[in-house]
């Protein structure tokens, strides 16, 4: 039998849809093939673990793996080390930001960008982490990805920094004028669906897919995401839906110079 913790995690007000996506998708992937689904498990955080046995295990495990990402495993980092997680616990802490990788053996770890670093990589020196969080839309379960900076197995412990290509996105967001939504817990159905029903599609240039459940929509630039908002919401209940309007973030940044 293989057992496989997966890097993504099910969460929010559709978190039992969003699991339940999960499992269609790897029983359609295995259909045809000698593998079965022997159990599709979630933890407290949401985080998916999958068992398979079958002769074809060995293939289908690999595959998914592809598909959506291995959590680590804490013996296998090291400084230099890059993995995927998402943001946890924003605003709880002053001294960095907390990234959920996936790790939960021998317990729950998550890994740290401590404020010094937090500060300069985003060259806001001066910024608490909650106000740098909140200025550049860094909330709980967005995709981020990191570089492991260092490991401490006795404590234990993960510091780490924010990749470039994480940097690098959100510089990008914030030159362009194309004012986005990030919508976090849901599927590329229901966004779409929601859209439709409020004949919103045409006022998206883009869909950017951030992570296995979410998304970033570029609006077309004659459009403010906030009316996007005020029209879909509703049909999203309980789904974050975060603003990023470059100009602000811009606006805000000449302000504090």
Not at 2 to 27: C, D, E, F, N, W
Not at 63 to 72: D, S, T
Not at 96 to 104: A, N, P, T
């Amino acid at each position: 039998m293989k057992h496989l913790a997966l890097s993504v995690h099910t969460y929010g007000t559709y978190r039992q849809l969003l699991l339940r996506t999960v499992k269609t998708s790897i029983s359609s992937f295995i259909t045809g093939l000698d593998a079965k689904l022997v159990s599709l498990r979630t933890d407290s955080a949401g985080r998916l673990s999958v068992s398979l046995e079958g002769e074809d295990e060995e293939f289908a495990a690999n595959a998914l793996a592809k598909q959506w990402g291995i959590a680590p495993k804490l013996q296998d980092l090291s400084p230099g080390v890059v993995s995927r997680g998402w943001l946890v616990d924003i605003g709880k802490v002053g001294f960095g930001l907390y990234v959920d990788i996936g790790i939960c053996v021998p317990q729950a770890i998550d890994a740290l960008v401590p404020l010094y670093r937090v500060r300069e990589q985003f060259e806001m020196h001066d910024k608490s982490a909650r106000a740098i969080a909140s200025k550049l839309v860094l909330v709980n379960d967005l995709p981020v990805e990191i570089t492991v900076m260092k490991v401490d197995a006795g404590t234990p412990t993960i510091d780490a920094e924010f990749t470039e290509y994480l940097l690098n996105r959100i510089t990008s967001w914030t030159l362009d004028d194309h004012e986005r939504l990030i919508v976090l817990g849901v599927t590329k159905e229901m966004l779409e669906h929601a859209l439709s029903k409020t004949r919103h599609l045409e006022d998206i240039f883009a869909v950017e897919q951030l992570g296995p459940f979410e998304y970033s929509l570029m609006c077309k630039r004659s459009t403010h995401a906030s009316g996007i908002v005020a029209a879909i919401g509703p049909r999203l209940r309980g789904v974050p839906i975060h603003l990023f309007v470059p100009k602000n973030i811009r606006g805000e940044e000449h302000a504090s110079t």
